[in-house]
């Protein structure tokens, strides 16, 4: 069975710093993507970042950067520069092409204070 | 522009009754997937079907039913039999192959379900 965990419920930072979240996951798989999707006020869910898993150099979009560490199964989403904006639910999620599923962490809701 | 769209936004039910959430999508995507949000628990799978006129069961199937008779629709029917409804409900769609961006998820913007 694959599991995506979350350990972090909620994390504040400043605005203008940098924050971590945490994702751990459990596959028995070998070919496999793993995301952090984002989730407003709005509702909206919204794609940040994937990472295939057969790469070894990490993923990054603008201020997002992910710490893919294959053999502790860790995938760690790193926000650079925190913008009021980024106040929002963040799912760590996990894909394998067998079977076309996707699977959900429980989310981690993070706040931006000015 | 492409997308999924989800309608109601918002959709009471009463007791004994069912309710059918809509989800249209025009990405020309093969896999369609229903998912239900509670506080805390993240996204569930209720539903997916990878080709029209096929369908599985998620991990929290009971109460639900779907059908896929056009590429594009893949509508969700809450039963009476579902005890607890309540909660948001997001359906999605991706591309069925990896690696051609069939990883991808694309989501609706969501129906909000309340029991009166």
């Known amino acids: 069975a694959q599991t995506v965990t979350q350990s972090q419920p909620e994390m504040s930072v400043q605005e203008a710093e940098t924050v971590t979240l945490s994702c751990t996951y459990d596959?028995?798989?070998?070919?496999?993507?793993l995301f952090w999707y984002k989730q407003p006020p709005s509702r909206q869910m919204i794609l940040v970042i994937r990472?295939?898993?057969?790469?070894?150099q990490n993923a990054t979009e603008n201020r997002f950067s992910v710490n893919f560490q294959k053999a502790a199964k860790s995938f760690s989403l790193k926000i650079s520069d925190s913008q009021l904006g980024d106040t929002a639910m963040y799912f760590c999620?996990?894909?394998?092409?067998?079977?076309?599923?996707?699977?959900f962490g429980t989310g981690t809701s993070l706040t931006v204070i000015p | 522009d492409g997308g999924i769209t989800q309608s109601p936004k918002y959709l009471f039910r009463k007791e004994g009754q069912n309710v059918t959430l809509s989800c249209e999508q025009n990405?020309?995507?093969?896999?369609m997937y229903w998912y239900r949000q509670d506080p805390g628990q993240g996204l569930r799978l209720i539903y997916y079907?990878?080709?029209?006129?096929?369908?599985q069961k998620g991990d929290i199937a009971e109460g639900y039913s779907v059908s896929r008779e056009k590429k594009e629709s893949f509508p969700l029917t809450v039963t009476s039999a579902q005890k607890n409804p309540t909660a948001f409900y997001l359906c999605?769609?991706?591309?069925?192959?990896?690696?051609?961006?069939?990883?991808?998820?694309?989501f609706g913007s969501g129906t909000q379900l309340s029991v009166l």
């Open positions: 999605a769609s991706s591309l069925v192959s990896a690696g051609q961006g069939g990883e991808k998820l694309f």
């Open positions: 596959t028995s798989e070998s070919n496999y993507y």
């Open positions: 990472q295939e898993a057969y790469k070894q």
């Open positions: 999620a996990f894909m394998t092409p067998r079977g076309n599923q996707f699977y």
């Open positions: 990405l020309n995507h093969d896999a």
């Open positions: 079907s990878q080709i029209v006129n096929d369908f």
